[in-house]
């Protein structure tokens, strides 16, 4: 829309986003294809589930720990 000529307010209107929101995505994809921000995406997913699996595995590791000393 705009390689159209219209400008970003109108653009923003007309798919019901804010200004503010458009200029946040622009800085966070704007070099980006469709392809790789659904890429990104998938990869900042794995990423959360990764950490969440390696706070499990410390968190058991440091109960393994106090259990082995005697100290529950």
């Not at 390696?54 to 058991?60: G, I, N, R, V």
């Amino acid at each position: 829309m705009l390689g159209e000529g219209k400008d970003i307010a109108d653009v923003c209107r007309e798919l019901q986003v804010s200004e503010p929101t458009y200029y946040r995505w622009r800085n966070q994809f704007g070099g980006l294809k469709a392809d790789d921000a659904k890429r990104l995406k998938e990869l900042e997913r794995e990423n959360a589930t990764l950490k969440r699996l390696l706070a499990d595995a410390e968190l058991e590791k440091a109960a393994l720990k106090e259990i082995a000393k005697g100290e529950f």
